[in-house]
C-alpha cells in the first residue's frame, strides 16, 4: 500500500463535493462519488476521468433514506477501493426557515441528511479506517451550527449537532491516528434569499476544497472557511450580548 | 432555485447595478430558471471580465454561469472537447497543455469562461493567425427564451450560431460547447522583444512580422510625444523544439495589484517612461503555458473605474487612424495606463464580430474628469476611418456608432426578433445600443 488515497466523497451532487474530488483527483488520488441515483453522477465520474485520466474514478449509490443500507455500502466500497480510504463528506440539504416553519416535516429531513445520515456513514466506516490505523476524514460543517440566526436556526440546529458528535468522534478516532477535520464554511449558498453587499460575494467552492485538503494534510481538527471567520464569528455570536449589557 | 440580490459591477467597475442572481449547477436547471424571469430579463455572466455594462442587468436577473463547469469528454486523437461554458480558458491549458493540446486562440486573460469567450468573440495574440476562438468551435448547444435547447453550428441553424458568437448574450444562453484543441506544434516557444522608436518602425516591424511568427503584440508607449509617438515594445513568439532557457535569478510569476499611486496619471507617465527607457532586447525560450495570459499577472484597478477601448482599423486605414489616435493621446496628455497593439485577421464568423484585417489596439484609462468625452472622441475617429469598436468592453458606444460599423448588425437584430421578440435575454448593454429597436417597437 502506498500513500495514495481513494476518496470517498459523500453527496457528490453538491457543488462543493464536487471540487473537492476535482481537487483530490488532481493530487494524483483516487475517487468513489456516493450520492443519490438519478443525481449527475455519471457526469462527475466523466467530467473528472477527462480532465485526469490516469485516476480511477468510480460511482457507488447512497441511499439516505435508508440509513441500515450504508452498512452494505461502505463494504462495497472497500471491495472498490486500492489505496488507503479517507472520507470527504459534504451530505446536506437546506431549506429556508420559512419553509421550516410551514412545514416541520423539512426539519426532519434536515436532521435526516445533515445529521443522520453522517453519524451512521461514519460510524460504518470507523472500523475500516480504524483498521487502516491511517486516513483522513474531512466533514462539511457550518458557521450556522455555531449561534442561531432567525433566517437558518433549523438548518444551523442539524450542524451544531454534527459538531458536538464530531468533537466525541475525533477523540475516538486520534487513538487510531485517524484524523477527523470539521470544516466550518461562512453563508454557503444553499438556502433562502440573501442580499451580498458588493464585496461579500459567495464562496468559491474550489478555494474551500482546496482548503479541506490543505487542513487535512495538516491534520488540523476545526477549521474556518474562509479563515478570517474564525474572528468574525464569535463577534457575531457575542456582540448582542456585549451591547446589550453594555446598554444597561 | 435560488435567487440573490447582489451588487454587481462590470471589471473596470464604472458601472454597477443591483439585480436578482441565480446559479445553476446543471444544464437542466437553466430553462427552469429561465422561466422565473421577471420584465426586465436575464444576462448570463461568466467570469465578469467584461469591462463595462455587458453583463449587467438593473432590475433584473443574472445568471452567473461559473458552476456549468463539467468537462463531458475529451478524444485524445481529434482533440475534440465536449464541455459546460463555465469552464475557463486556463482550466483547459492547465489540463490539456500537458497532454500537447492548445486553444486556437491566445487571449491575454485565461480568466474567461469558455461560453464568456465565445459570447464576446475574444480575440488574442494570434490574431493574425486565428481570427477567434469560436473558428475552432464544432457546434453547441444553446438554451432559447422559450427554453428550448436548439444546436447550433455552421451546418446547423447558422444563422443562431453567427448570432450566438460575439452576440454578448442577447440571443441564449451556451449551455454545452464541442470545441476542437489543436497540436501544439512543438511544447515551447522562443520569445522575442525589441524596442519600437516609433510610429513607422512599428507598422514597418508588424507587416515583417505578420507572415513569420505564431505571436504577437506590442506595448505603445502613450506618454510619448512628438516624434516618438508610436514607440513601444514589440514581443513575437514562435514555436520552438529548443529547451526551455534555465535561469538562476528568474523571478517567479505571481499575480498582484498594483497600488493606487501607482494608478496617477503623473505617475504612470512616469513608470511608462522608465519601462521603454531601461529595456533592453530579449529573446528568451520559455514554455507555452508561461507565456500565455500576460495581462493576468498585473491587475489594474483602480477605485475610480478603469475604461477599456479596444478599436480594430484595417491594413489599409490603420497607420493613419493609429498615428491620429497616438497623437490625440499625446496633445491632450492623457496617458492609456495600457496600451496594446495586436495584428488581426477579418472576422468573417460572428455577425457582431469586430475584428478587422488589420490592427487591433486595446487602451485602458482610469477614469477622470472629461475622459469619457475623450473616448467619444477616439469613438468618433475610430468611425472616420472605418475602425470597429469591440463590444465585449464598450462603456460609451452608441447605438448609430454600432450601425455604421457593423454591417451584419441588422441580420444580428432580425435573429433577435425572430427567435426572442419579448426580449428575455436583455442587459444595460442590450439596453444603451439597442434602444431604437425598442423604440420602434412601442
Same mark, same amino acid.
Not at chain 1, 152 to 165: E, P
Not at chain 2, 87 to 107: H, K, Q
Not at chain 2, 309 to 323: H, M, V, W
Given at each position: 500500500?502506498?500513500?495514495?488515497?481513494?476518496?470517498?466523497?459523500?453527496?457528490?451532487?453538491?457543488?462543493?463535493?464536487?471540487?473537492?474530488?476535482?481537487?483530490?483527483?488532481?493530487?494524483?488520488?483516487?475517487?468513489?462519488?456516493?450520492?443519490?441515483?438519478?443525481?449527475?453522477?455519471?457526469?462527475?465520474?466523466?467530467?473528472?476521468?477527462?480532465?485526469?485520466?490516469?485516476?480511477?474514478?468510480?460511482?457507488?449509490?447512497?441511499?439516505?433514506?435508508?440509513?441500515?443500507?450504508?452498512?452494505?455500502?461502505?463494504?462495497?466500497?472497500?471491495?472498490?477501493?486500492?489505496?488507503?480510504?479517507?472520507?470527504?463528506?459534504?451530505?446536506?440539504?437546506?431549506?429556508?426557515?420559512?419553509?421550516?416553519?410551514?412545514?416541520?416535516?423539512?426539519?426532519?429531513?434536515?436532521?435526516?441528511?445533515?445529521?443522520?445520515?453522517?453519524?451512521?456513514?461514519?460510524?460504518?466506516?470507523?472500523?475500516?479506517?480504524?483498521?487502516?490505523?491511517?486516513?483522513?476524514?474531512?466533514?462539511?460543517?457550518?458557521?450556522?451550527?455555531?449561534?442561531?440566526?432567525?433566517?437558518?436556526?433549523?438548518?444551523?440546529?442539524?450542524?451544531?449537532?454534527?459538531?458536538?458528535?464530531?468533537?466525541?468522534?475525533?477523540?475516538?478516532? @486520534? %487513538?487510531?491516528? *485517524?484524523? =477527523?477535520?470539521?470544516?466550518?464554511?461562512?453563508?454557503?449558498? !444553499? $438556502?433562502?434569499? #440573501?442580499? &451580498?453587499?458588493?464585496?461579500?460575494?459567495?464562496?468559491?467552492?474550489?478555494?474551500?476544497?482546496?482548503?479541506?485538503?490543505?487542513? @487535512? %494534510?495538516?491534520? *488540523?481538527? =476545526?477549521?474556518?472557511?474562509?479563515?478570517?471567520?474564525?474572528? !468574525? $464569528?464569535?463577534? #457575531?455570536? &457575542?456582540?448582542?450580548?456585549?451591547?446589550?449589557?453594555?446598554?444597561? | 432555485?435560488?435567487?440573490?440580490?447582489?451588487?454587481?459591477?462590470?471589471?473596470?467597475?464604472?458601472?454597477?447595478?443591483?439585480?436578482?442572481?441565480?446559479?445553476?449547477?446543471?444544464?437542466?436547471?437553466?430553462?427552469?430558471?429561465?422561466?422565473?424571469?421577471?420584465?426586465?430579463?436575464?444576462?448570463?455572466?461568466?467570469?465578469?471580465?467584461?469591462?463595462?455594462?455587458?453583463?449587467?442587468?438593473?432590475?433584473?436577473?443574472?445568471?452567473?454561469?461559473?458552476?456549468?463547469?463539467?468537462?463531458?469528454?475529451?478524444?485524445?486523437?481529434?482533440?475534440?472537447?465536449?464541455?459546460?461554458?463555465?469552464?475557463?480558458?486556463?482550466?483547459?491549458?492547465?489540463?490539456?497543455?500537458?497532454?500537447?493540446?492548445?486553444?486556437?486562440?491566445?487571449?491575454?486573460?485565461?480568466?474567461?469562461?469558455?461560453?464568456?469567450?465565445?459570447?464576446?468573440?475574444?480575440?488574442?495574440?494570434?490574431?493574425?493567425?486565428?481570427?477567434?476562438?469560436?473558428?475552432?468551435?464544432?457546434?453547441?448547444?444553446?438554451?432559447?427564451?422559450?427554453?428550448?435547447?436548439?444546436?447550433?453550428?455552421?451546418?446547423?441553424?447558422?444563422?443562431?450560431?453567427?448570432?450566438?458568437?460575439?452576440?454578448?448574450?442577447?440571443?441564449?444562453?451556451?449551455?454545452?460547447?464541442?470545441?476542437?484543441?489543436?497540436?501544439?506544434?512543438?511544447?515551447?516557444?522562443?520569445?522575442?522583444?525589441?524596442?519600437?522608436?516609433?510610429?513607422?518602425?512599428?507598422?514597418?516591424?508588424?507587416?515583417?512580422?505578420?507572415?513569420?511568427?505564431?505571436?504577437?503584440?506590442?506595448?505603445?508607449?502613450?506618454?510619448?510625444?512628438?516624434?516618438?509617438?508610436?514607440?513601444?515594445?514589440?514581443?513575437?513568439?514562435?514555436?520552438?523544439?529548443?529547451?526551455?532557457?534555465?535561469?538562476?535569478?528568474?523571478?517567479?510569476?505571481?499575480?498582484?495589484?498594483?497600488?493606487?499611486?501607482?494608478?496617477?496619471?503623473?505617475?504612470?507617465?512616469?513608470?511608462?517612461?522608465?519601462?521603454?527607457?531601461?529595456?533592453?532586447?530579449?529573446?528568451?525560450?520559455?514554455?507555452?503555458?508561461?507565456?500565455?495570459?500576460?495581462?493576468?499577472?498585473?491587475?489594474?484597478?483602480?477605485?475610480?473605474?478603469?475604461?477599456?477601448?479596444?478599436?480594430?482599423?484595417?491594413?489599409?486605414?490603420?497607420?493613419?487612424?493609429?498615428?491620429?489616435?497616438?497623437?490625440?493621446?499625446?496633445?491632450?496628455?492623457?496617458?492609456?495606463?495600457?496600451?496594446?497593439?495586436?495584428?488581426?485577421?477579418?472576422?468573417?464568423?460572428?455577425?457582431?464580430?469586430?475584428?478587422?484585417?488589420?490592427?487591433?489596439?486595446?487602451?485602458?484609462?482610469?477614469?477622470?474628469?472629461?475622459?469619457?468625452?475623450?473616448?467619444?472622441?477616439?469613438?468618433?475617429?475610430?468611425?472616420?476611418?472605418?475602425?470597429?469598436?469591440?463590444?465585449?468592453?464598450?462603456?460609451?458606444?452608441?447605438?448609430?456608432?454600432?450601425?455604421?460599423?457593423?454591417?451584419?448588425?441588422?441580420?444580428?437584430?432580425?435573429?433577435?426578433?425572430?427567435?426572442?421578440?419579448?426580449?428575455?435575454?436583455?442587459?444595460?448593454?442590450?439596453?444603451?445600443?439597442?434602444?431604437?429597436?425598442?423604440?420602434?417597437?412601442?
Amino acid at each position: 500500500m502506498n500513500n495514495k488515497r481513494t476518496w470517498l466523497v459523500l453527496g457528490a451532487n453538491n457543488i462543493l463535493a464536487r471540487a473537492f474530488a476535482r481537487q483530490a483527483a488532481s493530487a494524483g488520488n483516487d475517487v468513489i462519488l456516493l450520492g443519490k441515483a438519478g443525481d449527475d453522477l455519471e457526469l462527475l465520474v466523466n467530467d473528472i476521468c477527462a480532465r485526469y485520466p490516469d485516476v480511477d474514478v468510480l460511482s457507488v449509490e447512497l441511499d439516505t433514506s435508508n440509513l441500515d443500507s450504508f452498512v452494505k455500502t461502505v463494504e462495497e466500497c472497500e471491495e472498490k477501493a486500492k489505496n488507503i480510504i479517507s472520507v470527504f463528506s459534504a451530505l446536506e440539504t437546506a431549506y429556508a426557515q420559512k419553509e421550516c416553519g410551514k412545514d416541520l416535516g423539512k426539519i426532519k429531513n434536515m436532521f435526516q441528511i445533515n445529521y443522520f445520515s453522517q453519524v451512521y456513514f461514519l460510524s460504518a466506516i470507523a472500523p475500516v479506517l480504524q483498521k487502516q490505523l491511517c486516513g483522513e476524514i474531512i466533514v462539511l460543517g457550518s458557521t450556522a451550527g455555531e449561534y442561531g440566526m432567525p433566517d437558518n436556526y433549523a438548518f444551523g440546529s442539524t450542524k451544531a449537532a454534527l459538531h458536538i458528535w464530531l468533537q466525541g468522534f475525533q477523540a475516538q478516532m @486520534a %487513538q487510531y491516528h *485517524v484524523n =477527523v477535520t470539521t470544516v466550518k464554511a461562512d453563508d454557503w449558498d !444553499t $438556502v433562502g434569499e #440573501r442580499k &451580498y453587499s458588493f464585496y461579500q460575494k459567495p464562496l468559491d467552492p474550489e478555494a474551500c476544497a482546496r482548503s479541506c485538503l490543505h487542513y @487535512a %494534510q495538516k491534520k *488540523v481538527k =476545526v477549521c474556518y472557511f474562509p479563515w478570517y471567520t474564525a474572528l !468574525t $464569528v464569535p463577534l #457575531r455570536r &457575542y456582540a448582542p450580548y456585549l451591547y446589550r449589557s453594555l446598554k444597561k | 432555485m435560488h435567487w440573490y440580490e447582489m451588487k454587481l459591477s462590470g471589471k473596470g467597475r464604472t458601472s454597477s447595478s443591483v439585480g436578482r442572481v441565480c446559479r445553476p449547477e446543471r444544464i437542466a436547471d437553466v430553462p427552469k430558471y429561465l422561466e422565473q424571469v421577471g420584465k426586465n430579463g436575464i444576462v448570463v455572466r461568466g467570469s465578469a471580465s467584461s469591462y463595462a455594462d455587458q453583463t449587467l442587468n438593473t432590475d433584473g436577473a443574472v445568471m452567473m454561469s461559473g458552476r456549468l463547469d463539467c468537462i463531458r469528454s475529451f478524444n485524445e486523437e481529434t482533440g475534440e472537447l465536449i464541455c459546460e461554458p463555465g469552464v475557463t480558458l486556463e482550466t483547459i491549458t492547465r489540463l490539456y497543455g500537458a497532454r500537447g493540446f492548445m486553444l486556437a486562440t491566445a487571449s491575454g486573460s485565461g480568466q474567461h469562461t469558455l461560453g464568456g469567450a465565445l459570447g464576446a468573440n475574444i480575440v488574442g495574440q494570434n490574431g493574425h493567425k486565428k481570427t477567434s476562438l469560436a473558428c475552432s468551435v464544432n457546434w453547441m448547444d444553446v438554451v432559447l427564451a422559450d427554453g428550448q435547447i436548439v444546436r447550433a453550428s455552421l451546418e446547423e441553424n447558422e444563422d443562431l450560431f453567427r448570432s450566438v458568437i460575439g452576440g454578448q448574450g442577447m440571443i441564449g444562453i451556451i449551455v454545452l460547447v464541442s470545441i476542437n484543441l489543436l497540436k501544439k506544434p512543438a511544447l515551447n516557444v522562443v520569445v522575442e522583444k525589441r524596442r519600437i522608436t516609433n510610429l513607422n518602425d512599428l507598422i514597418e516591424s508588424l507587416r515583417t512580422v505578420r507572415k513569420s511568427c505564431d505571436f504577437c503584440s506590442v506595448w505603445v508607449d502613450t506618454s510619448a510625444r512628438s516624434d516618438a509617438i508610436g514607440r513601444g515594445i514589440l514581443k513575437t513568439a514562435s514555436f520552438t523544439r529548443d529547451p526551455v532557457d534555465v535561469s538562476l535569478f528568474s523571478v517567479p510569476k505571481r499575480r498582484f495589484s498594483l497600488p493606487q499611486f501607482v494608478l496617477h496619471m503623473a505617475s504612470w507617465s512616469f513608470f511608462q517612461n522608465l519601462r521603454y527607457h531601461f529595456f533592453s532586447d530579449t529573446k528568451t525560450v520559455t514554455s507555452y503555458e508561461e507565456f500565455l495570459y500576460p495581462s493576468d499577472y498585473v491587475r489594474v484597478f483602480s477605485s475610480k473605474g478603469v475604461y477599456q477601448l479596444q478599436i480594430s482599423f484595417s491594413e489599409a486605414e490603420g497607420p493613419q487612424a493609429l498615428r491620429r489616435i497616438l497623437t490625440e493621446l499625446s496633445q491632450s496628455r492623457i496617458t492609456a495606463c495600457r496600451a496594446v497593439l495586436v495584428l488581426t485577421k477579418k472576422d468573417r464568423l460572428s455577425y457582431l464580430g469586430f475584428a478587422l484585417h488589420g490592427y487591433t489596439i486595446s487602451l485602458d484609462f482610469i477614469r477622470r474628469k472629461g475622459l469619457e468625452d475623450f473616448l467619444k472622441h477616439l469613438i468618433t475617429i475610430a468611425t472616420e476611418h472605418n475602425g470597429r469598436v469591440s463590444l465585449q468592453d464598450d462603456a460609451l458606444l452608441e447605438p448609430r456608432n454600432l450601425i455604421m460599423m457593423y454591417d451584419c448588425w441588422d441580420k444580428f437584430v432580425k435573429v433577435r426578433e425572430t427567435l426572442d421578440p419579448q426580449k428575455k435575454f436583455d442587459s444595460d448593454f442590450a439596453r444603451r445600443l439597442f434602444v431604437r429597436e425598442k423604440k420602434n417597437e412601442q
